[in-house]
């Protein structure tokens, strides 16, 4: 499977006195930090991280640096002095490799996420159109302004997207960073975008942003990208925070149906919103896709933290 391996350079904390320029052939393109951004803008599917087994400190510390990123992370076990059983390896060409991280939906997987998005999506935009409508007419005769509201969010990769939703603040008032959450009896939102806060009737858009691709229907929620919590952004909240993003985010998710919706204003709903979404991402298949989906409509009725 890796015949066809093209390898794009060589990442290096050495100075060029212990890491020449040119490697076997390969140019030295940056550093480890210079590393993540160039993944993500570069789409590349692995990272092959050659240090010696033996050096566990600092194979741990790369780790960590590269794990929030969407790709396959694979650990060359060049070294003679530890050994493991023939099936523990993978192979690239005749080089054992040891399988630390894999994307979490392959290829085939997408495909079949996509599809899925595709078809439900069409379904809940024929079901839920007379709601939007609905929604519609309701927010014009409230207040003055447009129906729908679009925020940039994180998405796959860290990429920026924008998310639409129905506007339920006043146009004047709204907040489209994010930094200042939204609080029960929030002055800034409208008399109908209480109620459709408090129901998500204010999120029906994003099938609109599942149907196009910027959005699954099922993932972690996407967050403002300059959302805040104490004047820190959630990054700086939440070591490995990033690494919700190594999928899709979602119109729904397994933290919002497991009660973590809704006001974030302390940092352990940040982390406990971080943890539940990670698990969804170490455990995903398309039967947890569906079970998500299916569970929505029942867990939404509690509105408790929802306004």
């Not at 794990?67 to 060409?93: C, E, K, M, T």
């Not at 858009?205 to 104490?230: E, Y």
Request: with cysteine; hydrophobic share 40%; glycine share 4%.
């Amino acid at each position: 499977p890796y015949n066809d391996i093209r390898i794009c350079g060589i990442f290096d904390d050495r100075n060029d006195k212990r890491s020449p320029p040119i490697v076997a052939g390969y140019p030295k393109l940056g550093t480890i930090s210079e590393l993540i951004e160039f993944a993500r803008i570069a789409r590349i599917d692995m990272l092959i991280v050659s240090l010696p087994l033996t050096a566990e400190s600092r194979v741990l510390q790369l780790l960590k640096k590269l794990w929030v990123l969407p790709v396959d992370i694979r650990l060359s076990a060049h070294s003679n002095a530890l050994q493991f059983r023939p099936r523990a390896y993978s192979y690239i060409g005749s080089v054992p490799m040891l399988d630390i991280f894999d994307k979490p939906i392959n290829d085939w997987d997408s495909v079949a996420k996509r599809a899925f998005d595709i078809v439900f999506s069409l379904v809940g935009i024929v079901l839920f159109s007379p709601v939007m409508l609905a929604t519609a007419i309701a927010i014009k005769l409230d207040s003055k302004g447009p129906v729908l509201f679009k925020q940039k969010r994180h998405g796959f990769n860290n990429e920026i997207i924008e998310v639409y939703k129905f506007r339920s603040m006043y146009a004047d008032r709204s907040d489209p960073t994010a930094k200042q959450t939204v609080t029960k009896n929030d002055p800034r939102v409208t008399r109908v975008g209480r109620f459709i806060r408090k129901t998500s009737i204010d999120e029906l858009p994003q099938f609109f942003n599942s149907l196009l691709g910027s959005l699954s229907l099922v993932g972690p929620r996407p967050h403002a990208i300059a959302a805040q919590s104490h004047n820190l952004l959630y990054n700086e909240v939440v070591d490995g925070y990033f690494a919700r993003h190594k999928v899709k985010p979602g119109v729904t998710g397994w933290a919002q149906i497991n009660g973590w919706r809704g006001e974030m204003d302390t940092n352990e709903k940040i982390r406990m919103r971080t943890e539940y979404d990670l698990y969804y991402i170490e455990n995903w298949s398309m039967l947890f896709d569906l079970r998500i989906l299916l569970l929505t409509p029942i867990r939404l009725l509690n509105t408790e933290n929802a306004y």
